[in-house]
């Protein structure tokens, strides 16, 4: 579901990404960055500053994002839906999520045998996202 819905074709016939970078948002940031770093096991790149703090997902290539907090950001459990990579099998990342302080709101569910699957849960935040596998 990933790959399939944030890409498509432009005119001359190459890929083009819609989604270029996401941001998370964080009340309580270092629960967050916990959050995060414990159900993909991570470490995460910390800029913090007296207004703001990010936390960079680390990625080597594709679309990267943070954890942001500060600058009025605002936790939500409604809203556009992000899909995150649960890797090879998103269940070792969904199986993390509630020892984590977070909630599953659906388990791993099949797309389609060529799509993959998908699970949804609620963060440490409040902030609903999805995972998506191939498997």
Known sequence: ????????????????????????????????VNFYSYIFDIEMEQVINEDSATAYFPVTTGIGGAITSGYSN?????GPLLYLNGGEDLNNVL?????????????????????????????????????????
């Open 1 to 32: 579901m990933g790959s399939i819905l944030a890409q498509k074709r432009n005119k001359n016939g190459t890929r083009k990404d819609f989604i270029s970078w996401f941001e998370i948002p964080a009340i309580d940031f270092q629960q967050a």
């Open 74 to 78: 605002e936790t939500s459990s409604s």
């Open 95 to 135: 199986n993390k999520v509630e020892e984590a302080g977070g909630r599953i709101i659906m388990s791993k569910t099949l797309i389609s045998k060529n799509a993959g699957y998908f699970a949804v849960f609620v963060d440490s935040q409040g902030n609903k996202l999805a995972l998506y596998s191939k498997k």
